[in-house]
């Protein structure tokens, strides 16, 4: 299954750059006939949008696809790193005493 | 014991990793003391001794070499520490340098004024600043903050609950207050009450999967059966924020371990009650353990006798 959606991927961006050489083409003989620009032959519409097709199949089926999660970026942060609230940090604490000792010794 | 038991998380594995470099490294590392200041301030972890004692160093003997603008926020950060660590007297040195710089007009000066009026326990002169400043300008919500903080100092925690509270009837968007007002009512044990500030901040942050486990937590303290239900659902939430599907390419120990622990812990609960627990929860449960002893192996297999001895002890499958 892979496999072939790789296949259809590659023959799809090749029938889009076929597509491309195509109008290229198309222009070119307008020109060297002297004919006016009207639009692009449905042949190569049709060609465009198949290529269209084979290429996002392709894309979407060759790999396995992963969730996009939202929250990747708070995943890393831990549950403790929220009971830290330093706007409301109050100084009655050990600091003190302990402070004293460090610094008689 | 579930607590001994957690893993710690990518941000304090970088913490300690900043740790340990500072306190090898022979000579003092001024750059590598301000990238850990740096960390710290936006990691908003907590570690006044590192912070005062390296930090003051850099303040005292560096402080050319550091950018201009990031030099104030630092010796504003050393300062708030130094006070934690209760050194008045290089907290003073500090706020000297700030105040000859910015004034003493400046809110911020006075508010770090009245911190060290804080810190000697002069509540009142603390007070009376934070006061002038919010008549001065009524939308400083860190002056707000800080008088909750006095009050919680005195332990008049219904005081502080109630000034609180009328912070957050102008400031509602704030999660740190909505925090702290669950956690001061969660030392009355009034649950019900702290649940609803969870919920405030769950609003606030849909899709951060802590608050989900704070508030599975609170409804399990709660306790009864419907409660133990709703608590193992927020948990499974929890986990569907942060899934542990990709184990393998985490590039970090896994953060969700509160939320096996909880799911283990609420069935196991919920058979106590007596009630035929259903065939989900069943499931839930083996993956659960499984899972635990799984991440356990990976992480940490000296501490698989404990883990162990929790799974053996919270078993429901053959506890008959």
Known sequence: MKGVAKLSGIIGIGLFLHTIYSVLQHRKYLRLTDQPFEGVPLDIIVECIISLLLFS???????????????????????????NRPNFTTFNNRGKYINEIIKNN | ??????????????????????????????????????????????????????????V???????????SYDIIEQV??????????ENANKLFNILKSKFGRESVRVQRLQAMIHESNFQLKDALDIYNSILEKYPADQMSYKRQVSIFKCQGNLTK?????????????????????????????????????CLEEVILNAPIN?????????????????????MAIQYYTHSLELNSPTEIDVLGHPPTYLPAIYGIIMSIFSLSDENVQIKESQLKLMEWAQNHLILITNKYSPDKLTFVKHFIDSTDIFNKE
């Open chain 1, 57 to 83: 199949w392709g894309i979407i089926n060759s790999q396995n696809l992963i969730p996009i999660k939202a929250s990747t970026h708070l995943a890393k942060k831990s549950y403790d790193s929220f009971d």
């Open chain 2, 1 to 58: 014991m579930a607590e001994m038991l957690m893993l710690s998380s990518s941000d304090s594995i970088e913490l300690n990793k900043f740790e340990n470099k500072i306190r090898e490294s022979r000579s003092f590392n001024w750059v590598l003391v301000r990238d850990t200041l740096r960390f710290l301030r936006k990691s908003k972890a907590r570690k006044s001794n590192l912070v005062s004692k390296y930090g003051l160093k850099l």
């Open chain 2, 60 to 70: 005292n003997e560096y402080i050319s070499k550091l950018d201009a603008q990031e």
């Open chain 2, 79 to 88: 300062l708030v520490s130094l006070l934690e660590c209760g050194d008045d």
């Open chain 2, 160 to 196: 502080a609950i109630q000034v609180l509270n009328t912070y957050l009837q102008i400031f509602m968007c704030d999660i740190e207050a909505w925090l702290e007002l669950s956690s001061l009512h969660i030392t009355f044990l009034s649950y019900s009450t702290a649940l609803i």
């Open chain 2, 209 to 229: 999967y802590i608050f989900y486990i704070k508030y599975a937590e609170t409804l399990y303290s709660l306790g009864g059966i419907d409660n133990y239900n």
